[in-house]
């Protein structure tokens, strides 16, 4: 059940499902009403949603509405309104309730303001009856599929099996590939380390030539100098 007042007037929504009536309730917002967002005192789309306008009239068949004028009491105890109590059928004159008709088209309702069925809807069938001789036929074609099914799924497991003998197969052969890696690797291993050594023993043999000093080397360079005869130029000497 789902009310909405505005000004003096009450809509009342009977057998509607839940979103709707939470629909309502909040004002046509889909959020429900909080703090930050206040409901129907929100702002709105100036402009429904078109699949939200289908399914709300899709619902307004379904949905069964009643109004209700409020009773108003004031402060200093004044007679109620005549026809105040229990439902009233609205006046179309009145600014009230053009005012509220007004409010509810607004807030997306107005697909909803359609006139209580005089007597009681049965329960809708299904939106596609189907007859007999389709029912069957869908049933054979779901039989056909679920056979088809149970082949495919022995054709798998006997794959499955041939596949799972290949490879433990395949591993055995692998455990053994691996062995016979190692093994190399450690052969060649020890060869570059026996290889290594006697090139260092050898290196050690080699008996290293003094280098000899810079002094020594300056003289050598002037003394060939002479001997072919070339002149220096005086800054050689200072």
Known sequence: MAHISHSGWTLEITQADETLVRFLENGGCRQPSTPSNPGIRGKLRARPRPRLLKRMERRAEEVQIGWRQEVVR????????????????????????????????????????????LAPQLPRGPSHPQTESQWWKKKKVRHAKESSKSADREALSSVLERRGERDEERQADK????????????KKKKKKKKKKKKKKKKKKKKKKKKKKSRRARNQQHHEEGRKQGAHYSSHYHR
């Open 74 to 117: 004031s402060k200093a105890g004044e007679e109620e309104p005549e026809g105040a109590e229990g439902r009233t059928a609205p006046s179309p004159h009145s600014p009230e309730f053009l005012q509220f008709l007004h409010f509810l088209h607004h807030h997306l309702l107005y697909l909803l303001l359609l006139p209580p069925p």
């Open 175 to 186: 455990g053994e590939a691996k062995k016979k890696k190692k093994k190399k690797k450690k």
